[in-house]
Structure formats: structure tokens, C-alpha cells
T-cell receptor
Framework: GAGVSQTPSNKVTEKGKYVELRCDPISGHTALYWYRQSLGQGPEFLIYFQGTGAADDSGLPNDRFFAVRPEGSVSTLKIQRTERGDSAVYLC???????????FGPGTRLTVL | GEDVEQSLFLSVREGDSSVINCTYTDSSSTYLYWYKQEPGAGLQLLTYIFSNMDMKQDQRLTVLLNKKDKHLSLRIADTQTGDSAIYFCAVYNQAGTALIFGKGTTLSVSS
């Protein structure tokens, strides 16, 4: 079956611009996670959705970052007024109820010039 | 907060065993995980161990857990060049809402 997909695979933008990153989880997975991986680091948690609601958004670094999941499936991570420090690979993962494994997508590489 | 630490590099010869070590600060995670990341690829779950177990074997992989010392290790037997990758140790945070990852250990296998 299809895994977690993320679009675009690469995004280059200029400082100050707005970007949207999309995640399409595995069908039927109610839990969805966003992580950010900077060069040479492990993934760092951003936000966790259970269904349509953000159950834990404590990892969002500041109010320029926002994520939605309006129908409990696809999620969009939105970054306003991008900064060079936002450059990283943004990873999405999903899991189904009672399952301890998170399945990761290939990531979106964001470069802010 | 929770912290997971790993050594950054390991270099072995093909056919040798590799041992990757990890220490963590919070022991509330029910499961502890090892993920593999190959260049340009996403994270792939390699194996995991239930927190009540000391050891888990899965073909060439052996996971050892020392809860008292909060130490987790991954042993790869008969290491192959295809095992070259970055290996991440991960545990859940106290709230059970997010995985906390180490910085990753880069395994380099020479033939």
C-alpha cells in the first residue's frame, strides 16, 4: 500500500516569504506528526495531531509556524515570514490507533535564501 | 526535558559486528526504537524493544536494554556495506505524544 507522502520534495524560497508543506498520511492513520531535521541533527518534534485536532503543539518554535489537518487526513504545515534558520528537512509521520510505530514520509527539504 | 545521546560515528569492516550505543534520561517510554536513515531517504524503523525486556533479537540485529543505566544498544552482526547509514535511537516523551531522537550515529562499513 501507499506510504506517507510529502509534497513538494524540495522547496526553495526567499527570506520573508510564506510556504506551505503538505503531508498525506497512510490511509486510516488517525495520528499525524511533524518533525524538523536540521543538518547533522536528529528529527525534532513540532506538532502532533489526533484526528483533526492538534493534541500537542509544544514543539512549534514560534508563532510563525502553524499546522492544520481540517478533515483528519492531509495536513499542511505553514511557515510565515521564513527565516534562513528555518532551512531544514521537514518530516511527517503517521500511525494508527494502538500502534507503536510511526511511519515516516521522505520529507520536504526547505531552503530559505 | 528528555534527552537522548549517541556517539556520532562508527567505522567497521565488512563482516565485523557493529555496536551502536545510546543513553536516555527519561524512562517512561513503553517502547524504545532504532531507526535507520540512508542518504536522501526517509526514516525507516529497524527494530524496537518493549521496556520490560532486556534483549530482543531479530535476524542480524540484537537490541540490549539496561534500564538501570538507561542504556540501549544495537548490535548488527556480519555488517555489510549496505548497512552504511545513520542510525537513530528514539524514545517517547513523557506525554507519549512525540518521539525524542538522538543526533544519530553514522555507520561507515568498508570492504
Amino acid at each position: 500500500g501507499a506510504g506517507v507522502s510529502q509534497t513538494p520534495s524540495n522547496k526553495v524560497t526567499e527570506k520573508g516569504k510564506y510556504v506551505e508543506l503538505r503531508c498525506d498520511p497512510i490511509s486510516g492513520h488517525t495520528a499525524l506528526y511533524w518533525y524538523r531535521q536540521s543538518l547533522g541533527q536528529g528529527p525534532e518534534f513540532l506538532i502532533y495531531f489526533q484526528g483533526t485536532g492538534a493534541a500537542d503543539d509544544s514543539g512549534l518554535p514560534n508563532d510563525r509556524f502553524f499546522a492544520v489537518r481540517p478533515e483528519g487526513s492531509v495536513s499542511t504545515l505553514k511557515i510565515q515570514r521564513t527565516e534562513r534558520g528555518d532551512s531544514a528537512v521537514y518530516l511527517c509521520a503517521s500511525s494508527s490507533p494502538g500502534q507503536n510505530e510511526q511511519f515516516f514520509g521522505p520529507g520536504t527539504r526547505l531552503t530559505v535564501l | 526535558g528528555e534527552d537522548v545521546e549517541q556517539s556520532l560515528f562508527l567505522s567497521v569492516r565488512e563482516g565485523d559486528s557493529s555496536v551502536i550505543n545510546c543513553t536516555y534520561t527519561d524512562s517512561s517510554s513503553t517502547y524504545l526504537y532504532w531507526y535507520k536513515q540512508e542518504p536522501g531517504a526517509g526514516l525507516q524503523l529497524l527494530t524496537y524493544i518493549f521496556s520490560n525486556m532486556d534483549m530482543k533479537q531479530d535476524q542480524r540485529l540484537t537490541v540490549l536494554l539496561n534500564k538501570k543505566d538507561k542504556h540501549l544498544s544495537l548490535r548488527i552482526a556480519d555488517t555489510q556495506t549496505g548497512d552504511s547509514a545513520i542510525y537513530f535511537c528514539a524514545v517517547y516523551n513523557q506525554a507519549g505524544t512525540a518521539l525524542i531522537f538522538g543526533k544519530g550515529t553514522t555507520l561507515s562499513v568498508s570492504s
